[in-house]
T-cell receptor, first 117, second 113 residues
Framework: GAVVSQHPSRVICKSGTSVKIECRSL??????MFWYRQFPKKSLMLMAT?????????EQGVEKDKFLINHASLTLSTLTVTSAHPEDSSFYIC?????????????FGPGTRLTVT | GDSVTQMEGPVTLSEEACLTI???????????LFWYVQYPGEGLQLLLK?????DKGSNKGFEATYRKETTSFHLEKGSVQVSDSAVYFC????????????FGTGTQLKVEL
């Protein structure tokens, strides 16, 4: 099946700094990518939908100035957590929508564990 | 809004036991329904799906039937293996397009010899 990678897999940063997480579709082009956040023993919560070449669409309650999303190419979307605080510590997961030959489904990355100290 | 409710885990079974993981949903209309599986250290993978009432999705010995009367999509397998140990997520596709998913909390399955 199609492969989506995330980098880094784990990151620890100090409060007040910014962290960038990359999501790449390795063997297909994705016009749409999604960013999720997962708390312990909680479901994946959709944060935003990222469309290549346009602004991301954020879910209600998600601060767009806090979580900057860029989808500059058909294989790469980035999530930047700006001025991170301990409450931003979480597991962030991306997915890429694969249409056409990729099978019309979402393909998920393995996730990034962010810890803010 | 849309929501998905799954039974809490972890579920621990012996190999070759029967599995049922309950999933119910609340949604407007008749959304497509999915089961995803997450093996340790890996991303979620689509296990099966159903797009309309009474459809049965199946894959790798797992089955789930879209029941609109009970708004349910329970996951079943007749004989589990140790390799089925993973976290299973039920999800629905929101109405209105955009391929957006709403997930349940996930159920961890542990299969022991």
């Amino acid at each position: 099946g199609a492969v989506v990678s995330q980098h880094p897999s784990r990151v620890i940063c100090k409060s007040g700094t910014s962290v960038k997480i990359e999501c790449r579709s390795l063997d297909f082009q994705a016009t749409t990518m999604f960013w999720y956040r997962q708390f312990p023993k909680k479901s994946l919560m959709l944060m935003a939908t990222s469309n290549e070449g346009s602004k991301a669409t954020y879910e209600q309650g998600v601060e767009k100035d806090k979580f900057l999303i860029n989808h500059a190419s058909l294989t790469l979307s980035t999530l930047t957590v700006t001025s991170a605080h301990p409450e931003d510590s979480s597991f962030y997961i991306c997915s890429a929508w694969g249409g056409g030959a990729a099978g019309h489904e979402q393909y998920f990355g393995p996730g990034t564990r962010l810890t803010v100290t | 809004g849309d929501s998905v409710t799954q039974m809490e885990g972890p579920v621990t079974l012996s190999e070759e036991a029967c599995l049922t993981i309950n999933c119910t949903y609340t949604a407007t209309g008749y959304p497509s329904l999915f089961w995803y599986v997450q093996y340790p250290g890996e991303g979620l993978q689509l296990l099966l799906k159903a797009t309309k009432a009474d459809d049965k999705g199946s894959n790798k010995g797992f089955e789930a039937t879209y029941r609109k009367e009970t708004t349910s999509f329970h996951l079943e397998k007749g004989s589990v293996q140790v390799s089925d140990s993973a976290v299973y997520f039920c999800a629905l596709e929101r109405q209105g397009g955009g391929n957006k998913l709403t997930f349940g909390t996930g159920t961890q399955l542990k299969v022991e010899l």
